[in-house]
C-alpha cells in the first residue's frame, strides 16, 4: 500500500513537520475518544434507560466504537492511497463530526425518530469509530510520502504517540471535564476540534499533486478488510450477551462464534492467496510478526478491562459515583503507562526488545495478580514493604500501567525490525489494530464471563424487599446494610476473576513474546543503515 | 470527481466542502419542525369527537405493549420507566427501572392473575405477593382506571395536526388531563396537567401520551411519555419459576 521512494523534494522540512503535526493532532483526537466513554460509561448507560444492573445493555457504546475502528482503518485507510491523504483525511475527520454529533444528540434523534436512544448513540459512536480508525493509517502513510526510509520509524513513532496518549488522556478528559458539562458536552465539543484540524489539515497537508503522486495508483485489498470486519463483528455480537444470568454466551453466541472464526480463517487464506494484501509480508519472518500482532493483543484486552472494570469496580464495590473521582483512582495506572513506555523505549536497545517486552508483560502479570487479590476495603489498604508504607490500590494499579507501558515501545519497534520497509506503516497500524481487537474480543468476552460468574453466585442472595427499602425501620435499614456488604463481596468477587484472567493473558503474553527475533533476519541490504546497534 | 474540475485547489477542497455541507443538513434533519405535515387547508377533525372514539376504541384492545417514561420520577416511587406487554385481564411481564440514589435499578416482573413474581437485581425470581405495591400495569388497559378513562375524563380538546408517530399517521391532539384519572396511571401527580395525545387515524387507539406535570410543592415538573404498541398482537406470559 505504502510506496518505498524517497520523499518528493518539492516538500519543505518545516512543511513536512507541520503537515505530520496536524495529522497527528488528528489520530490524538480520534483515539481520545476511544477511552473518553470509559469515565463517563456509568453516567451515559444511566441517560440510555440502562440500570445498574444491566449493564451489559450498554458495552456497545464501547465495543461499538472499537469496531468501527479496527473496520475503519484498513478500509478507509487504503482508500487513502487512491484519493489522496489530504482527502481521505478530511472525510475522516468529517465522518467524525458527523459521528460525535449524532452521539451527542442522541436523545434528541431519538426522541424525533421515536426509538430509544441507546441504538443512535451506538450508530454515532460506530460512525466515529469508523472515521477515527481510518486517521492512524492515513498519518501512517503520509509519513511514508514525506520522510526517507531512515528517519520513518521515528517520525512513525510521532504518530504512534498521539495514538498512545489519546489512551492516557482520555479516561482523565472524560472524567474531570464530563463532570462539569455532561457526556454530552465532552462530544459537542469535538464539533469546534475537529473543524480547527480541517482547516489546519487543507492548509498542512500537500495534495495529490504537490507530492508527485501521479503515478499508477496502488491497489487495496478490500476484501481482506471486509473479511476482517465482518468477523470482529460476528465474534462481538457473539460475545455480547444480554441474559448473562442465564449463560455465559447469548442463545445466539455460539453459531456466530463459529461463523467468526470461520470468517477469519478465509481471511487468513485470502492473506496467504490475495495478490494485493492488507500487509504485504513477503520476505518478512512470519512467527516474530503473529508473535508482535498477539502480544499487542493480549496488551489491548488487559488494558481496556483494566480502564473499564476500575471505573465499575469503583461504582459498584466503592459506591464511587462521581466521574471524577473515577478518573482520580485511573490516574496512577494512566500515568505509569508513559512512563514504562519511555523508559522501555530507553532500555530497549541495551536489553533487546524481546527482554523488555517480556519483562514487561511479566511485571503486568504479577500487578494484576496482586489486584486479583484485593478485598472491598481496598480504598484504605496499604502495602508495607521495606518500610515503605504504600497506598495498596494505586501501588499495584502504577506497577500494572508501568508493565504494559513497558511493552510498548519494543513492540512497535519490533514490527519495524521485523517487516520490510514498504510495510512500515501498514504494520504499524496492523499493532494497532491487534491490540484495538484485543480490547474489543478480551473486554466483550471478560465481561460476558465475569457478569455470567455474578449472577451464579447471587442467584441466592436475597434483595431486600422494596417496601422494606422504601419505608425502612431500624431493622431494615440493619438487613439492607447486610445485604449491601455482601453485594460489594459478590461484584468483588467477580473482579477479582476478571482480573486474574488479566494476569492469565499477560502471563500468556509474556511468552508469546518469546518468539520476537532478537535478530533481524536476512537484512536487506538497502536498509542496514537504519538499524539501531539494539540486538546483545 | 469524473468531470474535470478547474485547478486542484478546487479539487481539494471538494472533501472539506462535502463534510461541512453535512453539517447544516445533519442539524435541520434534528430540528426538523414536526408540524411539517400539517393537513394544510383541510379542517381537521374535532378533537372532543376524536377522544370519545378513541376512548371507546380503546376498551376493544386486548393485549398491548408499553413504555412509560417518568422524567424524572413523581410521587413517593422513584420510577422512571415501566415497559412490557399487557394483558387486558391484567397478566403482563415487562421491567421497571428505580431510581436508588444516582443508580438506576431495574426490576423484571411478570402477573399472572393474582401471582406476580418479580426479579430483582440479585436473588433470581421469586413470589411477590403483589406488583401493585410497585406498580399496577394491569391499570393501563382497564376501562375504568385506565387509558380509556384518562381519554374519556381530559377536556379541551383541541386537534392540532397530522403526524407519523410509533409507525402509525395519527391526529396530535392537545388536552386538559384530569388528575384523578392520571393519578391511577402515574401514582403522585399533581393538579394541573396539561398534555398531548396522539390518536391512530384509522383505528382511533391512543398510540402515545404526553403528560406534562407542573411542579407542586416537593414535586418536580415531569414529563410522563406513554407509547403503545404491537396492538392485539399475541403475548404469551408465563409463570417464571
Not at chain 1, 161 to 172: D, F, I, N, R
Not at chain 1, 295 to 302: P, T, V
Not at chain 1, 359 to 365: K, P
Request: neutral net charge.
Amino acid at each position: 500500500m505504502l510506496r518505498s521512494d524517497a520523499a518528493p523534494a518539492s516538500v519543505t522540512p518545516a512543511r513536512r513537520r507541520v503537515a505530520i503535526g496536524a495529522g497527528a493532532a488528528a489520530v490524538l483526537l480520534a483515539s481520545l475518544d476511544a477511552y473518553v466513554v470509559v469515565t463517563l460509561f456509568v453516567d451515559m448507560a444511566r441517560d440510555m434507560h440502562v440500570a445498574v444492573n444491566r449493564l451489559e445493555q450498554a458495552t456497545p457504546v464501547v465495543t461499538g466504537f472499537l469496531l468501527g475502528y479496527v473496520a475503519g482503518m484498513p478500509l478507509l485507510g487504503g482508500l487513502s492511497d487512491k484519493m489522496g491523504r489530504r482527502a481521505v483525511t478530511q472525510i475522516c475527520l468529517g465522518g467524525f463530526l458527523v459521528g460525535s454529533m449524532v452521539t451527542a444528540a442522541s436523545i434528541e434523534i431519538g426522541e424525533y425518530l421515536d426509538m430509544e436512544p441507546l441504538p443512535v448513540l451506538v450508530a454515532g459512536r460506530v460512525i466515529q469509530g469508523l472515521a477515527g480508525g481510518a486517521l492512524l493509517p492515513v498519518s501512517m502513510a503520509l509519513v511514508a510520502d514525506l520522510w526517507t526510509e531512515e528517519r520513518r520509524p521515528a517520525v512513525l513513532g510521532t504518530v504512534g504517540a498521539a495514538q498512545e496518549l489519546g489512551s492516557v488522556l482520555g479516561p482523565l478528559y472524560g472524567g474531570a471535564l464530563g463532570a462539569i458539562i455532561g457526556w454530552q458536552g465532552i462530544f459537542w465539543i469535538n464539533v469546534p476540534l475537529v473543524l480547527i484540524a480541517m482547516v489546519a489539515v487543507q492548509a498542512a497537508l500537500p495534495g495529490r499533486a504537490a507530492l508527485g503522486l501521479t503515478g499508477p495508483r496502488p491497489k487495496v485489498d478490500l476484501v481482506g478488510g471486509l473479511l476482517l470486519a465482518l468477523s470482529l463483528g460476528l465474534l462481538t455480537v457473539g460475545l455480547n450477551n444480554q441474559k448473562p444470568e442465564e449463560s455465559i454466551l447469548p442463545p445466539y453466541g455460539p453459531p456466530l462464534i463459529i461463523a467468526g472464526v470461520a470468517v477469519l480463517v478465509v481471511f487468513l487464506i485470502w492473506e496467504s492467496i490475495a495478490r494485493t494484501k492488507l500487509v504485504d509480508l513477503s520476505g518478512a519472518p512470519k512467527l516474530p510478526f503473529f508473535a508482535v500482532l498477539i502480544a499487542s493483543l493480549l496488551a489491548g484486552a488487559a488494558l481496556l478491562v483494566t480502564l473499564l472494570d476500575i471505573v465499575l469496580l469503583a461504582q459498584g464495590v466503592l459506591g464511587i459515583t462521581d466521574p471524577r473521582e473515577s478518573a482520580k483512582l485511573l490516574v496512577y495506572f494512566l500515568a505509569a503507562l508513559p512512563v514504562g513506555a519511555v523508559i522501555g523505549g530507553l532500555i530497549a536497545g541495551k536489553f533487546g526488545l524481546r527482554g523488555v517486552t517480556v519483562v514487561g508483560f511479566l511485571i503486568s502479570a504479577g500487578a494484576y495478580w496482586l489486584v486479583s487479590t484485593w478485598p472491598a476495603s481496598i480504598l484504605t489498604e496499604r502495602h508495607e514493604l521495606l518500610g515503605l508504607s504504600l497506598p495498596r490500590m494505586n501501588t499495584d494499579l502504577a506497577l500494572a500501567g508501568l508493565g504494559l507501558g513497558l511493552v510498548i515501545a519494543p513492540l512497535s519497534a519490533a514490527v519495524l525490525r521485523i517487516v520490510p520497509p514498504s510495510q512500515h506503516g501498514v504494520a504499524s497500524a496492523g499493532v494497532v489494530v491487534a491490540r484495538t481487537i484485543g480490547m474489543l474480543v478480551g473486554f466483550a468476552a471478560l465481561t460476558g464471563w465475569g457478569l455470567h460468574r455474578f449472577h451464579t453466585g447471587t442467584r441466592d442472595l436475597k434483595f431486600p424487599e422494596l417496601d422494606d427499602l422504601l419505608n425502612p425501620t431500624p431493622e431494615d435499614l440493619a438487613a439492607i446494610a447486610q445485604y449491601e456488604a455482601q453485594l460489594r463481596d459478590y461484584l468483588m468477587g467477580m473482579y477479582r476473576d476478571i482480573f486474574l484472567a488479566t494476569a492469565a493473558c499477560c502471563l500468556v503474553a509474556a511468552v508469546v513474546s518469546l518468539a520476537i527475533t532478537r535478530r533481524r533476519p536476512a537484512p536487506q541490504p538497502a536498509v542496514e543503515h537504519t538499524e539501531a546497534p539494539a540486538t546483545v | 470527481m469524473s468531470r474535470p474540475l478547474r485547478g486542484h485547489f478546487v479539487r481539494s477542497l471538494l472533501p472539506l466542502v462535502a463534510s461541512l455541507l453535512l453539517v447544516p443538513g445533519l442539524l435541520a434533519a434534528c430540528t426538523k419542525d414536526k408540524d411539517g405535515n400539517e393537513a394544510s387547508g383541510e379542517s381537521l377533525p374535532d378533537g372532543a369527537t376524536l377522544l370519545t372514539e378513541s376512548a371507546s376504541a380503546m376498551t376493544d384492545v386486548e393485549t398491548v405493549h408499553i413504555v412509560l417514561d417518568i422524567n424524572p420520577a413523581v410521587g413517593a416511587l422513584p420510577i422512571t420507566r415501566a415497559e412490557g406487554d399487557l394483558k387486558r385481564g391484567g397478566d403482563a411481564k415487562g421491567a421497571i427501572q428505580l431510581l436508588a440514589g444516582a443508580q438506576l435499578l431495574e426490576v423484571e416482573f411478570v402477573v399472572m392473575g393474582d401471582n406476580a413474581w418479580l426479579k430483582y437485581p440479585t436473588g433470581g425470581w421469586r413470589a411477590a405477593g403483589s406488583i401493585t405495591a410497585i406498580y399496577d400495569p394491569s391499570a393501563i388497559l382497564d376501562p375504568q382506571r385506565g387509558v380509556a378513562n384518562l381519554l374519556s375524563t381530559s377536556s379541551n380538546a383541541r386537534t392540532e395536526g397530522a403526524e407519523k408517530v410509533n409507525g402509525v399517521d395519527a391526529w396530535r391532539v392537545a388536552v386538559d388531563i384530569d388528575q384523578k384519572a392520571a393519578n391511577m396511571l402515574v401514582p403522585g401527580v399533581p393538579k394541573g396537567l396539561t398534555g398531548t395525545v396522539w390518536i391512530d387515524q384509522d383505528t382511533k387507539r391512543m398510540v402515545k401520551a404526553v403528560v406534562n406535570s407542573p411542579q407542586s410543592g416537593s414535586t418536580p415538573a415531569s414529563t410522563i411519555t406513554l407509547d403503545m404498541t404491537n396492538f392485539n398482537t399475541a403475548v404469551d406470559v408465563s409463570a417464571p419459576v
